[in-house]
């Protein structure tokens, strides 16, 4: 099993910037890739970017390109989600989820952290 924890988020003005973490624990090692998603009222969850956890590739939704980063720290087993330039349909609920090595999909999800963005 892998814990996931987010923390970060809040009320954020258009344009503006913050910083999502994801601590994970356990079986860490199990994971192939960490990823971000969100969801908005009456939309799906989407995927918004997703990280080797032992290699250097990453994707990005094409609607974050260019504005949000992520990015992990190993040593502390902590997953980032930097996001700049935001815009109001940005705000969602956000969540980490971890991509096991042998089922490949996102088995392990943290609760989610609010992101609103708004004047």
């Known amino acids: 099993q892998v814990q996931l924890v987010e923390s970060g988020g809040g009320v954020v003005q258009p344009g503006g910037s913050s910083r999502l973490s994801c601590a994970a624990s356990?079986?860490?090692?199990?994971?192939?890739?960490m990823g971000w998603f969100r969801q908005s009222p009456g939309k799906e969850r989407e995927l918004v970017a997703d990280?080797?956890?032992?290699?250097?590739?990453?994707f990005y939704a094409d609607s974050v390109k260019g504005r949000f980063t992520i990015s992990r720290d190993n040593a502390k087993n902590t997953l980032y989600l930097q996001m700049n330039s935001l815009k109001p349909e940005d705000t969602a609920v956000y969540y980490c989820?971890?991509?096991?090595?042998?089922?490949?999909?996102?088995?392990?999800w943290g609760q989610g952290t609010q992101v609103t963005v708004s004047s």
């Open positions: 356990g079986r860490t090692y199990v994971t192939y890739s």
């Open positions: 990280i080797q956890w032992s290699g250097p590739s990453t």
């Open positions: 989820a971890a991509r096991g090595l042998t089922s490949g999909r996102y088995d392990y």
